[in-house]
């Protein structure tokens, strides 16, 4: 019974349940389908959207590229209406230049036909008034024939013998001016000659000028010579005149200043210092006082000494003492107690070679240069102070001389103030005396060759006395005697614009002419 009601219930439950799901299903499918047409929809409209974007953007595009396509356009007629307008204003200018320049050739025929028309009426005046000259030349022949009773021919043979004559004296008398010169000239050059050839006393001597380095045993010893802010190198700059550097530069110090003998008392000083280990303001005076006295007493000794090597006695005091001081002093880094000595032998040999006192030319070339070693408080050249001291240390009047006259200071008296400036010239010219190489010294004499070779006219050019004359031989069909002075003033100005050199140089300018003939 249980049976018959479940099988029953079990059916109408299966179909019950196959009828809702066949419902579930359908709307199931409904609602799919609906899905699907609004995503279908939402394409299309989606599709329709970013269709409308690509043709706006393309539109865009296009118009963009229509923009800059027409500006290019533009731009272009644009330079071609400049170019154009430019073109114009080049041919509105170049008609105007022509026709500026049609009227400058229309005023220009004007003129010359004027000046034509005068000059023809020029030429007419002159032609009339050479017949009138002609005519009167002839007249005045035929009264000349008539007056002097002599045929033209007579009359020309007559005025040539007298100019054969004429030139035949004037001729003797040039002959003769040029034997007196040329006798004169080959003295000098055999004078000059001997001052070249002496060099057997020559020696390098070139120092330095400014600088002393001392060394020192550590670097500890430099702190002591400051001394506690700064006093001890202030009290011995102060005391020497001289600038003490203490700087980097391992184990050593260096003294600056520009006198020699100053800073050679600086130098013995620091030296004792140091070995004596006591440093301080009062000890540095009186260091310093002690070793100038014993430096001052060295020089009166140099000074005798050098006088016994030349060979000299009998000098008063002073100058004894000046001439030591040379030894501290320096000229172009050439030591001045040796290029004195130099010049004295130099001097020496040369008088005697030409049978002067040899002694006293000795003598003026040892203390030529005394007046550079004289207190700096005493203005003017040295060659005029050296020149006043010989004079009030009673001196020889020819030593005075020499020693006043070597740099053209006052008028020479005597031919050994020239032999002692000839001789001053040679030593402190020569390569080596000076602080010049020998390759500046030869770019120097090249470069002098070279400024006197630039002017025109000038065949050959020499460099001699060790650069202290320039010899230049000129065409002579291009350069005449008037010429040659001012060309001699041209090259001299010149070298002193452009060129630096001691003391001073001689232009000389020779003029030649030379006929040849040949007898055969």
Excluded at 261 to 266: G, H, L, M, Q, T
Excluded at 463 to 468: C, D, K, L, S, T
Excluded at 479 to 499: G, H, P, V, Y
Aim: glycine share 6%; net charge neutral; hydrophobic share 40%.
């Amino acid at each position: 019974m249980e049976v018959h009601i479940l099988i029953p219930v079990v059916m109408l439950s299966l179909g019950v349940g196959f009828f809702v799901g066949w419902y579930i299903s359908g709307k199931t499918g409904e609602n799919r389908i609906a899905s699907a047409k609004n995503v279908a929809r939402k394409i299309v409209t989606d599709a329709e959207k970013e269709a409308q974007t690509l043709k706006r953007e393309k539109l865009i595009e296009v118009k963009d590229e229509w923009y800059s396509k027409k500006k290019e356009f533009d731009r272009e007629a644009q330079n071609k209406r400049n170019k154009l307008q430019g073109q114009e204003r080049a041919l509105d200018v170049r008609e105007e230049n022509i026709d500026r320049r049609v009227e400058l050739l229309s005023k220009k025929e004007r003129d010359q036909a004027t000046l034509q028309r005068r000059l023809e009426e020029k030429a007419r005046v002159t032609q009339t008034r050479h017949d009138e000259l002609e005519k009167l030349v002839a007249e005045q022949n035929i009264r000349l024939e008539r007056t002097s009773g002599l045929s033209p021919e007579e009359a020309k043979r007559l005025l040539i013998e007298n100019m054969a004559n004429d030139a035949r004296a004037e001729a003797a008398h040039m002959l003769k001016e040029l034997r007196d010169k040329a006798r004169d000239e080959a003295k000098k050059e055999a004078q000059k000659i001997i001052v070249q050839a002496i060099q057997r006393t020559a020696a390098d001597h070139s120092v330095e000028t400014t600088v002393s380095v001392l060394n020192i045993q550590s670097d500890e010893m430099k702190g002591r010579i400051i001394g506690r802010e700064g006093r001890n190198i202030r009290a011995f700059e102060a005391a020497t005149g001289v600038d003490v550097i203490v700087d980097d530069t391992p184990e050593a110090v260096i003294l600056s200043g520009f006198d020699p003998f100053r800073r050679e008392v600086a130098r013995v000083s620091l030296e004792r210092l140091i070995s004596d280990g006591r440093i301080h303001p009062a000890r540095i005076e009186e260091m310093v006082e002690r070793v100038r006295t014993e430096l001052e007493e060295e020089v009166v000794k140099i000074g005798e000494n050098t006088l016994l090597e030349v060979g000299l006695h009998g000098t008063h005091k002073e100058m004894v003492s000046l001439l030591g001081r040379m030894k501290y002093r320096s000229s172009y880094g050439q030591n001045m107690l040796q290029h004195s000595i130099e010049v004295a032998f130099l001097t020496g040999l040369m008088a005697a070679e030409l049978s002067l006192d040899a002694r006293l030319a000795r003598r003026a070339g040892l203390f030529h240069d005394i007046g550079k070693c004289v207190d700096r408080s005493v203005e003017g050249p040295h060659a005029l102070i050296g020149y006043e001291i010989a004079k009030k240390c009673g001196e020889h009047p020819i030593v005075a001389n020499a020693i006043g006259s070597h740099h053209d200071d006052i008028p020479m008296e005597s031919p050994i103030a020239a032999l002692v400036q000839a001789a001053d010239a040679v030593s402190g010219a020569r390569p080596g005396a000076r602080r010049e190489s020998v390759e500046g010294y030869v770019k120097r004499l090249e470069k002098l060759e070279s400024f006197a070779q630039s002017f025109q006219g000038v065949a050959k050019t020499y460099a001699i006395q060790a650069g202290r004359e320039v010899r230049v031989v000129v065409e002579q069909d291009k350069i005449d005697d008037a010429t040659a002075d001012q060309l001699a003033s041209d090259i001299a100005a010149k070298i002193q614009q452009e060129m630096e050199y001691p003391g001073q140089i001689k232009v000389t300018v020779i003029r030649e002419f030379r006929a040849v003939a040949y007898a055969k």
